[in-house]
């Protein structure tokens, strides 16, 4: 079966993202831009995949990537009319009558992985207010060993002080910045236990960091907190709150819409539910994975040198499931 160009570019992306900064050759990696509504913008580069928000206030920019990209991310701000922290010149976004000198003024990340958190002290030091949700500072103070609790393992480092959230929330808050109610919403015990998904609510967009994303069978961090069960919780939670228009942007690959988080809720739900069913029966991770269990999933989730695999993401949802993590969503008791 060939390969749809957007589901390879999302298979790179999280190859890329996904390994050590250090070992990343950033000479030759650009930073694209796609317009998604008046005011606002997703860009794409090496980690993972960024929203802004560009107008009167400044820029509000959902993820920084990689540190090594910052002047790059400053550029193609720029040629948006949001002239990047650091200044320069400007253009006019699409419906822009004037022309003004706007600055990242916030940094919303959705969690604590060093492919959405690098450049987060080069946009605090030229002002920028850095938001996250209370688990994603802990971790970025400590750092850890991100991984499925089986064959897939990250380090990742402590961030520097500079780039650690000045402010953060226990489950939401709201920027109100360019004429829209920006609002982050902590979904516990998901991708990690920090995740942040950010509705756009005058557009209907939503950025929804690595809870979804389009590169294949996802990456659940297990031992950061993660587990199958909040991602779930997640996107249902999600498609109950946005119009059936919404636009979907994933930590990675293309901007979506919800019917493709509909399909991708379904596979979690399906290849939960198998898991869960062996479990029950008495098998070992060591017989699904070798009876190939998720087999008829693989095509469309684990394709050739797919970053999770189908025994990686066997090994996920078993992990994942034996652990048994309960999310808690909607508003909490005041």
């Known amino acids: 079966m060939l390969c749809k160009r957007m589901w390879c570019f999302g298979i790179l992306l999280a190859a890329v993202s996904l390994a050590p900064a250090e070992e990343q050759d950033f000479s030759k990696v650009e930073i694209r831009t796609t317009h998604l509504a008046e005011g606002l913008y997703v860009l794409q580069g090496a980690g993972g995949t960024m929203t802004a928000s560009v107008g009167a206030d400044g820029v509000l920019l959902v993820d920084t990537e990689f540190a090594a990209l910052t002047d790059k991310i400053r550029a193609a701000l720029r040629g948006l009319g949001g002239g990047g922290a650091g200044g320069g010149p400007t253009s006019n976004p699409p419906g822009s009558s004037a022309r003004s000198e706007l600055t990242v003024r916030y940094v919303i990340n959705t969690h604590y992985h060093y492919d959405h958190t690098g450049a987060n002290a080069a946009f605090a030091g030229d002002g920028a207010t850095v938001i996250a949700q209370d688990n994603v500072r802990a971790r970025l103070l400590t750092g850890g060993t991100a991984g499925n609790g089986g064959s897939i393992t990250r380090e990742v480092p402590a961030l ?3 780039g650690l959230p000045r402010v953060t929330f226990d ?23 920090g995740d942040t998904i950010v509705f756009f609510l005058r557009t209907g967009t939503v950025a929804m960091g690595d809870i979804f994303v389009r590169y294949g069978f996802p990456f659940i ?108 969503h909607g508003h909490r008791p005041r």
Not at 246 to 260: I, M, Q
Not at 267 to 293: P, V
Request: aromatic share 6%.
């Open 221 to 328: 961090d297990i031992n950061s907190g993660g587990s199958v069960q909040g991602m779930i919780a997640a996107c249902e939670d999600v498609l109950r709150r946005v119009p059936a228009d919404a636009r979907v942007v994933p930590g990675h690959g293309e901007v979506a819409g919800v019917a493709d988080l509909r399909e991708y809720l379904q596979m979690l739900k399906d290849t939960s539910a198998a898991i869960a069913d062996a479990i029950k029966a008495g098998k070992t991770l060591a017989q699904m994975k070798q009876e190939r269990i998720l087999g008829r999933w693989s095509e469309r989730y684990s394709p050739p040198k797919a970053f999770v695999d189908t025994d990686a993401f066997t090994e996920t949802l078993y992990n994942s499931l034996r652990r048994g993590h309960v999310a808690r």
């Open 160 to 162: 520097e002080a500079a």
């Open 171 to 193: 489950h939401e808050l709201t920027v109100h910045v360019n004429g829209d109610d920006a609002r982050a919403v902590h979904y516990p015990n998901a991708h990690t236990d």
